[in-house]
DNA sequence: AGCGCTTTCTCAACCGGTAAAGTCCCAATC
DNA sequence: GATTGGGACTTTACCGGTTGAGAAAGCGCT
């Protein structure tokens, strides 16, 4: 049963092993100029014939780069299970990471405070080259402490957010915007919104965004709550929205989240409501959750896979000290399916 | 705004800061004896003035233990964000990493022949002190790579898949004969199952305890097919089993997964069958996803978030060379909702 | 006082790489 | 023929810890 103890095979024996010196095998494998084809291809004959890869961790600690990028969440964990938004972002990072031989370092977290410790002991110890920082707070604790670190770090957040760090960010105002004109236009003249988790920064973009559309277009009524994302919650605020008289409830709302949109779907189907004939609905990220629903859901969808691949690239751009800096990814788009039209009167 | 570049703070300097060794500060941080209380503050002190934290590169270079634990996910990259299962057992393992600081290596694979290379790469490279194995097949090769190397593993999935390796897993076949006995004594006699990818190993196991079971309780039908585990597949295979006559279609179907049975009741509702009047469903992991329908579906319920924490505990005793060992984790309860019910006739 | 024993620390040799400086050899230039 | 200039490697000094082999100091005992 007991295999071997596999003896670690290291630099050394390669470089025994093709006649040369360490320094030899180092250069050939950071593929760098001052050494002939023929020893690099026994180098490299060598390596292979005995199975050898250089260990990353020795290679950080002598000074070169880390191939690993940090990751922390900020969220309850029962809620990152169901919300399809971290995972879809995660394999986006991923998709990139890996054609560059990178790996990721995840880690759940508690609070930004945690995480900025995080970031700390995980740049002191050298055990990542950047990170990615998403859930950005109103005066988060994360970009001074990236700043101070000088940990090259790529912002998934507004601006106004973000402080000086690179940034990528989604237009959450002109998509909410978009997503009230959108209703409007069809005809509603009551609507509400189901925010996500007060304290995160993106949703007080939107929110403000969404008052604004209300007034801009002189909305007769608009409601705004926030939630945690779960769909329990957006389960009870479609309940509390809709338990109003016919003529003074919303006749369409607006959800931060997919999950949500799915809950308040089910919620409308309880109460005896239908959507989109009594009520409108419309979800946010798109997920592949609003197309299994019946009816299906209109969502602003975004391409969060991308979004994900996009944040890599520009931490990388950070790394190198090249590349493309802060930018918006591209807006959501509306893209309307079964659960919005006009009011019934 | 470029602050300070940030002066690596080492060892080193802790040490002059605390007038002792290199070899004092070491003894102090990993908690060994042979210093007195006295220096033992000092070098804390130390520290803490510093804003020192031990290099965790250096520190696995030097040969201590690696606290990093791997894994290696190996399915297409659009499931994975719309699957709950992933995160809510990453949840999981996190929660018992977090309590002894050790982080997450995440990766996403096209092939297990990859991730047995990854696996490779990852413990030569000292980056991982052992790291956990999900989705196994038949003739994993991770099995023989993982025993190679010596790598402390834990692999999630039936001993008949993994080998020798330490194993944590669900009674697949268990759980199968209870929901198809539970769907049995509730009068039907023509049920569907809807599996997940052909290729897993739990698969196979849960498709031959679903034969079995079908034999033994004498059905009237049987069905089985495979699919991705995507919402899409399970919305495709639910649309053909329904459209046959009623005489000869399933009056129940069980789902390999949540997202395929809130396809699979939206594909009943696009048909204009009433669930569970017409034909019931059950869904197999329970996210909360099962509680946000309409009607609330009945599943497999099963603590994925324990599960993901169970499997990590074990690769803690396995690293350790103490602990539990090889065990299944509670086998998946029938939770019964909305979505079963006796067939009509 | 001399001897052995602890306890408490220091020293120096690694761990497995990287990178800057140094060595050698040979062709080209003055 | 001596000098210069590279190309092709090797040497050596780290990187930031750990670890085992001492060394110095304090103490009890004869």
């Not at 670690?8 to 760098?32: E, M, P, Q, W, Y």
Request: net charge neutral.
């Amino acid at each position: 049963m007991t295999s071997t103890p596999s003896p670690r095979v290291t630099i050394k024996d390669v470089a025994a092993r093709a006649g040369v010196s360490k320094g030899a095998v180092s250069l050939a494998f950071n593929h760098k100029p001052g050494l002939s084809e023929a020893t690099r291809d026994r180098i490299f004959a060598a390596a292979r014939e005995l199975g050898w890869a250089p260990s990353l961790t020795a290679r950080s600690l002598a000074g070169a780069r880390v191939d690993v990028v940090g990751l922390a969440i900020c969220r309850p964990a029962q809620m990152l299970g169901l919300e399809p938004f971290y995972m879809e972002f995660i394999s986006g990072v991923e998709s990139v990471l890996t054609e560059r031989s990178c790996s990721l370092l995840l880690r759940l977290v508690r609070s930004p405070e945690e995480e900025a410790g995080l970031l700390d002991s995980w740049w002191k110890g050298r055990q990542i080259g950047g990170s990615i920082l998403v859930d950005f707070r109103a005066d988060d604790p994360r970009v001074a402490a990236a700043e101070r670190l000088g940990l090259p770090v790529v912002a998934v957040g507004h601006p106004s957010l973000t402080g000086g760090l690179t940034s990528v960010w989604t237009d959450d105002a002109t998509a909410v915007t978009e997503a009230v004109r959108y209703l409007a236009a069809l005809g509603h003249r009551r609507i509400a919104r189901v925010g996500g988790a007060a304290a995160l920064g993106h949703t007080g973009i939107r929110t403000a965004a969404f008052d604004e559309a209300a007034r801009v277009l002189e909305l007769a009524g608009a409601w705004q709550v926030t939630t945690d994302y779960s769909g329990e919650a957006g389960a009870r605020a479609t309940r509390s929205l809709l338990t109003a008289a016919p003529v003074d409830r919303p006749t369409a709302i607006v959800y931060d989240n997919d999950v949500m949109a799915v809950a308040g779907l089910s919620v409308a189907a309880e109460m005896g409501l239908s959507v989109p004939g009594d009520v409108s609905l419309l979800a946010w990220d798109d997920s592949q959750l609003c197309r299994l629903t019946h009816p299906t859901l209109s969502a602003m969808s975004h391409d969060v896979h991308g979004f994900g691949a996009d944040a890599a690239r520009t931490l990388f751009g950070v790394i190198t000290g090249e590349g493309p800096g802060s930018h918006p990814v591209p807006t959501p788009v509306l893209t309307p399916r079964g659960s919005t039209a006009p009011p019934k009167m």
